[in-house]
């Protein structure tokens, strides 16, 4: 399959601002609106916004209501705390934005095992296009693309962005003006080549047990973890059995609950598409049909 060539409503989800560059030709063409969870400062650096921003608003994407919530530190404490409630009402709070933006398409992290981070973000955009469906009977598409993995590996019902040697010297070009993520950068092309980037893969998202292969073999950040305790650079390990899983946990046992602030977005009569979404095909639900 090519890429789409009906124009939709779209938004990018992402753990960490600077992971729009892997899809930045995507991202000239859709216009997303930009979501990130952390400001992308990392253990000790400083946050990454306004170069995300200087970004967006060169491609013309719009920057959504969650921008940066947190200090990647801060999440840490979240997950190793158990705070599976927060990240509960991060699925809520962008499934209400999705539905109030009247969102058809969302593109975001993938569950790698490379960083908990964004396997948690993935676990958060699955959690909201669920809750979506779920209040509107409306589908939603839901793709998802490698930040550690090749970038030029797609597989069934993948969307591929080809771009020709303009789209791509642009798209280094941002990635070269993104000063922070100059080692990411330069370790990616090392690893794959420069011709791997000349192609955006989003993958329709798993959505079914995502992380459940963490079950018989750790994710990598927990050996990252235990080699930087050795070190005595961490004092914990976040690990998939103690604080990534109650997270999915949490968000599957919080999909068939009333999801009020989606039932608002939906029922503000602020656009005609809203309504249509509340009155159209699917199956809507008793929380709809009562409010
Ligand atoms: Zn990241």
């Known amino acids: 399959m090519t890429d789409s060539p009906k124009p939709l409503t779209t938004a990018l989800v992402v753990a960490h601002p600077g992971h729009e560059l892997l899809v930045y030709h995507w991202v000239e063409k859709h216009h997303p609106i930009y979501c990130c969870l952390t ?13 995300t921003s200087r970004l967006l ?16 530190t801060l ?9 599976v409630d927060v990240f509960v009402a991060l699925a809520r ?26 396997d948690v973000c993935r676990l958060i955009v699955n959690g909201a296009v669920a809750i979506l469906r779920g209040q509107t009977g409306r589908e939603v598409r839901n793709y998802e693309f490698l930040l550690d993995g090749p970038p030029d590996v797609d ?21 070269r003006e993104y000063t922070e993520m100059r080692a990411e950068i330069e370790a990616a092309l090392g690893r794959y080549g420069r011709q791997a980037f000349a192609m955006e893969c989003l993958r329709p998202a798993a959505t079914t047990s995502p992380v459940s292969r963490f079950e018989q073999a750790p994710p990598d950040y927990e050996r990252y973890g235990e080699r930087r305790v ?10 998939y059995r103690d604080h990534v899983r ?13 999801h009020q602030a989606v039932l608002e977005a939906l029922s503000d009569g602020s656009t005609t598409s809203s309504d249509s979404a509340l009155t159209g ?6 929380h709809l049909t009562s409010s």
């Open 93 to 118: 709070e962008l499934a209400a934005a999705l539905a109030q933006a009247d969102v058809d398409c969302v593109v975001g992290d993938a569950i790698e095992g490379f960083n908990p981070v964004h």
């Open 155 to 175: 597989g069934p019902g993948s969307v591929v962005v080809r771009l020709d040697e303009t789209a791509l010297e642009r798209k280094l070009a941002a990635a």
């Open 57 to 72: 608003d060169t491609v013309g994407a719009s920057i959504g209501p969650i921008y940066g919530r947190y200090p990647d």
């Open 39 to 51: 400001d992308g400062s990392g253990g000790w650096a400083t946050s990454r916004l306004s170069s």
């Open 281 to 286: 095909a699917g199956r809507p639900s008793s």
């Open 75 to 83: 999440v840490y404490r979240l997950l190793l705390d158990g705070r």
């Open 230 to 239: 050795k070190e005595g650079r961490y004092f914990e390990i976040i690990r």
């Open 246 to 258: 109650p997270v999915a946990e949490a968000i599957a046992a919080a999909l068939d609950e009333p």
